[in-house]
């Protein structure tokens, strides 16, 4: 009898859990399970890119939605927003001319987000470059053939000199550098104003903007209608993403991103390294500023800086602070502005419109950061958990 239990048992042997070889849990009501919400120590990129591109494709959605709601046909959203913006030769250009301070600007957030410091001054950053460039062309600095250059050196020190203050003021005093760059915006914005309606008016015609610029204070022309402003914005690109993934200022960044404490403790010179990183910030805003007034405007306008700065953080939440993907980030939001100006005319959408689904893609990109950062781990009857 025994010998017959004992082939029994070995025909039909008990179910196990083939990766911890121990009996199966019990099935457990949907209702009674219960959840722990746990930090995720690591996840592979690709399960991070799978989740971003998730998000992206829920945040491009609701802008579908939006827009089909604001009276776009369905069946043209892809014609407008593929064909007509990138197969188009002319509004293709218009797209690297509009990307060319976008790109800018987004690796200006970006750098300055690497270090944990939170740089929402981008547009006052962008408007203090573009003042120092005028300035070089106003009062005529430097013989003619090196003008150019002169008001690119202007306008980076300027906007670096413009963030320097909130710097040393988080890192010597502690003050929340959200509010000191959010305010010197508005100081910087209210200077601006001051000139082009004073002393910087232009005198021909009156109009609350400078002097245009000459010729040789204009950025040239690379050929075929694209301006050489997307040239210097690759190259600013590539330096960066050389700084950040090549370079021993890259790795401390990195270990200043993780934790600045444990840097610190590692031997890191983590004030340097962020002064560094946010000073780069401030002088790739300021080159944003060149970049409008001498590439695109011809001169200083009034406001040629709005909606830049929020543009500038969707690039870099978008590019999770990667310079090469900030690059490509930049030239599709530089295509939903052209789109968006498209749309305005032919299907009478708002411009309010396009910054509505810059936010839908912003908020869905955002909320994907706590799905790469946390997990849910089931916890069985017996107190055991498992991964949900």
Known sequence: MADASLAVAMAHPPKTDMKTNAP????????????????????????????????????????????????????ELANEFVVQTFLDGQNFRAVLFQAAPMILVGLAGSMAFRARFWNLGLEGQMIWGAIGATAVSMWQIGPENLRLPLMFVAAVGCGLLWVLGPAWLKLKLGVNEIISTL???YMAANFLLHLVYGSWKDPKDNFPYSPQFRVFERLPELGAGVGSAILLAGIVALAAWWLVGVSRAGLYLRFVDASPRVAHAAGVPVRRTIYGAVLLSGAMAGLAGFAVASGQEGRLTQAFYQGYGFSGI???????????????????????????????????????????????IVVCVASSDFFIRHRLRRIGADGAKAAA
């Open 24 to 75: 199966p849990r019990p099935h457990q009501p949907l209702a009674s399970r219960r959840y722990a919400l746990e930090i995720r120590q690591h996840m592979a990129w690709r399960w991070q890119a799978l989740i971003l591109a998730i998000a992206l494709l829920v945040g491009l959605a609701i802008s579908a939605a939006i827009l089909v709601a604001a009276g776009v046909p369905a069946g």
């Open 183 to 185: 305010m010197l915006n």
């Open 314 to 360: 969707l690039i870099a939440f978008l590019a999770r602070n990667n310079p090469l993907a900030a690059t490509v980030v930049a030239l599709l939001v530089a295509a939903l502005f052209v789109t968006g100006r498209s749309l305005q005319v032919f299907y009478q959408v708002p411009f309010s419109m396009v910054q509505l689904i810059q936010a839908a």
